[in-house]
């Protein structure tokens, strides 16, 4: 969150034991946000190389697709232990309904 609103804005992610989902508009290249994520991850937990190559992006269409993928991004860790995630959303996607509309 430390480039909130400078170089990305972050609508909702979640982060848990073995992946990730972020939705972001980003500010700047995306490939280089990837990498400056990726890297201070790796060098503030010692972890070493952890990361796959690449990543999956989708564009979002409009604001059905954006709903969906909040609700995604909320549900996704729902089979985990609750202190084993970690969600975050802005104010807009609490805004989403639970239900598709």
Known sequence: MKFQGEKYL???WVIMPNHLHILTKPLEPL????????STFSHNFDRGR???KG???TLIRDPKHFANCVRYIRRNPRQLPR??????????????SAYKV
């Open 10 to 12: 972050h609508e909702s």
């Open 31 to 38: 490939e280089k946000l990837i990498h400056a994520w990726k």
């Open 50 to 52: 952890i990361w796959q």
């Open 55 to 57: 990543y999956r992006d």
């Open 83 to 96: 202190n084993s995630f970690t969600l975050w959303e802005s104010d807009r996607a609490k805004k989403v």
